[in-house]
């Protein structure tokens, strides 16, 4: 059984910033990347930021709010995934998912509350 629990989420003023974490567990054969997602209330659920990886390197995708403003790393392992949102703003609310690249195993989402 896989399973992703996301952390680091929590409100902040706007302008402010916040490094969220993610880390993959169990049964799991090969990582192809991770990647973050997000649903506001009300809204269907949209790609925030991606990583992959390669033999050559990493490659990172960002979404058009999140470029300039955040930033996708894994860590030492490639079942652990970061993502360093800094000028936070109140568009940001939101819960913020996890997910192995190419499979369908989520994690259950963390809280991120920007207040104006």
């Known amino acids: 059984q896989v399973r992703l629990v996301e952390s680091g989420g929590g409100a902040v003023q706007a302008g402010g910033s916040l490094r969220l974490s993610c880390a993959a567990s169990?049964?799991?054969?090969?990582?192809?990347?991770m990647g973050w997602h997000r649903q506001a209330p009300g809204k269907q659920r949209e790609l925030v930021a991606v990583?992959?990886?390669?033999?050559?390197?990493?490659?990172?995708l960002y979404a058009q709010h999140a470029r300039g403003r955040f930033t996708i790393a894994r860590g030492n392992a490639k079942n652990t995934v970061y993502l360093q949102m800094n000028n936070l703003k109140p568009e940001d609310t939101a819960v913020y998912y996890c997910?192995?690249?190419?499979?369908?195993?989520w994690g259950q989402g963390t809280q991120v509350t920007v207040s104006s």
């Open positions: 997910n192995l690249v190419s499979t369908n195993f």
């Open positions: 169990g049964s799991i054969s090969n990582i192809f990347g």
């Open positions: 990583i992959t990886y390669g033999g050559s390197g990493d490659s990172t």
